[in-house]
């Protein structure tokens, strides 16, 4: 069974963590990212091609942290793959002990370093949670035609709380949690009284009782970060007492400042009705979880 899902239906509060694969075919990068995380959390999310930058697969990475003990989560974008692709890599995955998956959209290609390629969205996130679910339930494929095994998986979609109009944001959860997502994992929080907000119409709808759902927390390095993702990040929401909070600190000062709101937040989140855990990205700054994980007071993890 999934380590993840093990933890969650047992009531505990979950905590994961991202790990960016390499700009290159070198194992030992995710290895190492790997370790830092190992024991910290329970479960390691592999991003697929994150920013629309090509990296390494993050089936081939997930495989990689499987062979060292940890519990990946499989993130798949239907950005670059048709329905065909897609759900092979599931049964692929499946196959290799991968026993989560996490269906997204997937970064616009023009945002990457490949804008002239052509986005495939054959199937959009919801149908393609739809699709898992229905390839592990009755062990059909699209069409109908039928597996001689079906996937055994974890199923999750991610979450904008953040993003406009606040009404819908809670309407779209409903579907991807109708459609088969069993965990959510939510855009990094920053604004907790929006969050607490979209919580709200989260729970009024009943939804914290359908599926698990990990608010996302990312640490800032910086006042730096932290202006350009207010400004550059679609999606992003960060308060300007936040940023103000950072500029206060001296420059030497601001990763211990942007630790210390990210501790601040995940202990927010763990009194919060309905919030079932935390996701942590820290991309390229793995090092900073198990610092986060410890103030935080959520070592030692579930064995």
């Not at 999934?2 to 030992?28: H, I, N, Q, Y």
């Not at 937040?265 to 919060?272: A, F, Q």
Request: positive net charge.
């Amino acid at each position: 069974m999934s380590r993840l899902k093990a933890v969650l239906e047992k009531g505990g509060f979950a905590v994961t963590a991202e790990c960016g694969p390499p700009k290159g075919a070198d194992p030992d990068t995710v290895l190492r990212k790997g370790q830092l995380l190992n024991g910290k959390v329970d479960a390691v999310n592999v991003t697929d091609n994150q920013t629309a930058i090509v990296r390494m697969s993050s089936l081939a990475a997930c495989t990689l942290l499987k062979s060292a003990g940890m519990d990946p989560v499989l993130q798949v974008v239907v950005r670059d793959r048709n329905r065909i692709a897609l759900q092979s890599d599931i049964l692929g995955a499946s196959a290799l002990g991968i026993r989560n998956v996490l269906c997204l959209s997937g970064d616009h290609q023009s945002f990457g370093n490949q804008p002239q390629a052509m986005g495939v969205f054959d199937l959009d996130s919801i149908q393609f949670v739809q699709t898992v679910r229905s390839m592990r339930d009755q062990g059909l494929v699209l069409g109908g035609d039928k597996l001689s095994r079906g996937p055994d998986v974890f199923i999750g979609a991610a979450a904008n709380p953040f993003a406009d109009p606040m009404a819908f944001r809670a309407v779209r959860l409903a579907k991807k949690i109708a459609a088969g997502a069993e965990f959510i994992q939510t855009q990094c929080i920053y604004n907790l009284e929006r969050f607490e907000t979209w919580m709200g119409l989260v729970r009024d709808r009943g939804l914290h009782e359908k599926a698990f759902i990990l608010g996302g927390v990312t640490p800032l390095k910086s006042a730096k970060m932290a202006k350009y993702m207010r400004d550059k990040v679609s999606g992003m929401d960060i308060p300007d007492q936040v940023i103000e909070r950072m500029e206060k600190v001296p420059p030497g000062k601001q990763r211990e400042e942007g630790i210390r709101i990210c501790v601040e937040t995940v202990e927010r989140l763990k009194e919060m009705p309905g919030v079932k855990g935390v996701h942590i990205m820290a991309i390229e700054w793995e090092d900073a979880v198990g610092e986060i994980v410890e103030k935080a007071g959520l070592l030692p993890r579930p064995s």
